[in-house]
């Protein structure tokens, strides 16, 4: 770092910021100098020497070189770097959101251009998706997004990028004025909301992923939804892998000691690129645009096309087994198709097994085997 960029990093230190961090960090204040400095320090016996003199104004002409004397004394007793203070007390009333890239190309600190501009475009996606779920839980996200959810994402910042494969920072602020802190204490803000509901949303997709691993369905998405999971999410997070998607990532969350954490969550969160393919039906699944293996259907036959001189022709069942009475259409030929116009004229219950094609519009059943009528002599509606 520049000595240029250090003394800007300093300056823009706040005193607000300072003793935030001192009071959370145990520090004890016994005294001051007027109105211009306060007086701290520690209750340990051994730690008795230790002694920051914190500055009240940020135009005192000396402001620079005692908040460069506090984060050196700061970084001795807590046995950290210098960086590593400054960016905590810099950040002390945000949120942090860390996401690491780690693959071949970017273990020198750089990444290609082009995915350089993908990941910080996807990470403001992901941030964009748990801020719409902590307003409301959907599978899908689209049009207009409500006031409170731009003001938050508009309040997030881009940090420093770092270099250890490749790092981006986002920078969550929990707080805007001085007059909130103390009810901070009291609630959970809108924006630690957001933070829970980004964790509990990345351990609820890890979760899913590894069930439908073991059981391949993909119903097993559906209480991810509950936590904050989203196609909006998931497609979030298939960016981060990269254009080739081929990147392992991962994502960490550090949360400001501002505000009182009132629910346990999990702060690291790991994924390989093997979990982009699965995280690709999770979310055509939430867009509903799936298919589901070897599936069989049950209804009633509701329409029949064909064309002249063709021996197959399109059937279209509506479902009795699904809440939704879901039409679903598919391809029958000779004998099975002439059995399907006996079903509709008799109103009979018919069943037939295949892949079932779910699109927002459309079920379709293809590669369909099976095709019988289940009650060759009864009238589906007879008392």
């Known amino acids: 770092m520049s000595n240029s960029t250090l003394l800007k990093r300093i300056e823009a230190i706040t005193p607000d910021q300072i003793r935030g961090y001192l009071v959370s960090n145990g520090w004890i204040e016994e ?18 020497n230790f002694e920051v003199v914190q500055p009240e104004a940020q135009y005192l002409k000396d402001y620079k070189k005692r908040v460069w004397d506090i984060i050196h004394i700061l970084s001795h007793f807590e046995e950290r770097s210098y960086d590593d203070v400054l960016k905590d007390v810099a950040n002390f009333y945000a949120d942090l959101v860390q996401i690491r890239v780690v693959h071949t190309d970017v273990k020198d600190g750089s990444i290609p251009i082009e995915d350089g501009v993908l990941l910080i475009k996807k990470a403001q996606a992901l941030i964009t998706s748990v801020t719409l779920s902590t307003l409301s839980k959907k599978k899908l996200f689209s049009g207009y997004y409500p006031q409170k959810a731009k003001d938050h994402i ?57 069930e439908y691993r073991r059981k391949s369905s993909l ?6 939804v509950e936590q904050g999971v989203s196609a909006n999410f998931c497609d979030a997070l ?10 392992n990532f991962s994502i960490s969350i550090s949360l400001s000691k501002a ?14 690129s093997d979990y982009i393919p699965y995280l690709e039906e999770a979310s055509e699944y939430f867009k509903d645009n799936y298919i589901l293996q070897d599936t069989k259907i049950l209804g009633i036959v509701k329409k029949l096309e064909r064309d ?16 939704k009475k879901r039409n679903i259409t598919f391809e029958l030929s000779g004998d099975d198709y002439l059995n399907a116009i006996h079903a509709h004229e008799n109103r009979q219950l018919v069943e037939c097994r295949g892949d079932l094609h779910i699109s ?17 002599n009864r009238d ?3 008392s």
């Open 31 to 48: 005294g001051s100098i007027g109105e211009i400095a306060s007086i701290w320090h520690r209750t340990e016996a051994k730690y008795t």
């Open 154 to 210: 508009r309040n997030v910042r881009l940090g420093q990028t770092e270099a250890g494969s490749y790092i981006i920072n986002l920078i969550s602020p929990i707080l805007q004025n001085k007059e909130a802190q103390s009810e901070l204490l009291e609630r959970v803000s809108f924006a630690r909301a957001v933070m829970n509901t980004l964790a509990k949303s990345l351990e609820a997709i890890s979760y899913s992923v590894e």
């Open 219 to 224: 119903f097993v998405f559906d209480k991810a």
């Open 238 to 247: 298939i960016g981060l892998s990269g254009e080739t998607k081929a990147r």
């Open 259 to 272: 505000e009182k954490s009132i629910d346990k969550i999990k702060l690291e969160h790991s994924f390989s």
């Open 308 to 323: 002249e001189n063709s021996e197959s022709g399109l059937v279209t069942v509506t479902e009795l087994e699904n809440e």
């Open 360 to 376: 927002p519009r459309s079920a379709k059943l293809i590669n369909n085997s099976g095709f019988r009528i289940l009650s060759p």
């Open 380 to 382: 589906l509606f007879e």
